[in-house]
């Protein structure tokens, strides 16, 4: 009895083998579906955010990257972690890059009133010396674009950093957007020196993006002035800078009341072209903003907020 049940499981056994090799040798003429399920999630916190990056032409340059925190002192975190080689290179856009070395951590962070510190590891010294000086203007124009900071004090492993260790340049223990960014110097006398900073447009394939130019002159002009003179130049090949500002146009007015600077222009001031308007209306306003201590401009109908805003 027990061998035929033995005989009977032996027999089972081959038979399920011998099926199981059958369904493996006899291809299938129905298709497999390689189906791969993707949730795709949305974080609404995700805001583009002014930030200033390295373009082609070796500008530090104006230009937008998502950033998630909303907390100062974590936005500033991300920030700068993005401003990092290898920190954050998929929030690089394309055409930018990164200018803080690899490796550069951040030893501590801390935000009070309208001043934020942070303290560096020695590494962010290892920068080229063509990009010792552009490091920091970005660093402060990227942190100063932060609502409700308005100055930077950097530190390297706990001191103070008072002198780039390569180009001898001094820096002031506290940085702001006084220090200036990608600087010109176009001056025939000691006397009446006035830094003006004006903002140009560049393209990368459709995208127009800003670059701002501190500009240092014998000109003892309103600001006002001398950046509606400039961006009526309209072009400079050499430096690959362009405005859209028709040479014809002139300022009627401006004044400031109550922290709100107001622009009046005569002449065909706008293109026809809508996108090319809204570059013009950006290049006024950011340098109004940079060069008087406002937080909104009116450009006749148009109204520009100083932070807080996109580059649309």
Do not use: W
Not at 14 to 28: D, G, R
Not at 193 to 209: F, L, S
């Amino acid at each position: 009895m027990l061998k035929k049940i033995y005989i009977r499981k032996i027999y089972l056994s081959v038979a399920a083998l011998f099926a199981l090799l059958l369904i493996y040798l006899i291809p299938s003429n129905t298709p497999k579906l390689n189906i791969k399920e993707e949730l795709e999630y949305v974080d609404s916190s995700v805001t583009s955010t002014p930030i200033f990056l390295m373009d082609k032409n070796s500008y530090v340059a104006l230009t937008e990257a998502p950033v998630s925190e909303s907390n100062i002192e974590k936005r500033a975190r991300e920030l700068i972690k993005i401003l990092t080689v290898g920190g954050m290179d998929s929030k690089v856009p394309s055409g930018f890059s990164a200018i803080i070395p690899p490796d550069t951590e951040v030893l501590s962070l801390s935000y009070d009133h309208d001043v934020l510190k942070i303290d560096f590891s020695k590494d962010i010294l290892e920068v080229d010396k063509a990009l010792e000086e552009k490091m920091i203007e970005a660093i402060v124009y990227t942190l100063t674009s932060i609502d409700k900071v308005d100055k930077i004090i950097i530190y390297v492993e706990g001191d103070i950093l008072t002198k780039l260790p390569k180009t001898k340049i001094n820096l002031p223990s506290t940085l702001d957007r006084s220090f200036g960014i990608n600087k010109e110097f176009d001056l025939t006398s000691t006397k009446d020196i006035t830094d003006v900073t004006i903002y140009y447009i560049n393209q990368i394939n459709e995208n127009y993006y800003y670059v701002p130019v501190t500009k240092y002159l014998n000109d003892n002009r309103d600001k006002i002035n001398i950046i509606i003179d400039e961006l009526s130049i309209n072009f400079n090949p050499n430096k690959k800078l362009i405005s859209f500002m028709n040479s014809e146009v002139k300022l009627v007015s401006s004044n400031i009341d109550d922290r709100i600077m107001k622009l009046e222009f005569t002449g065909e001031t706008y293109n026809v072209n809508k996108e090319i308007n809204n570059a013009l209306n950006q290049t006024i306003s950011l340098s109004v903003c940079d060069n008087y201590d406002i937080d909104e401009v009116f450009l006749n109908t148009s109204q520009k907020f100083c932070k807080n805003t996109t580059l649309k």
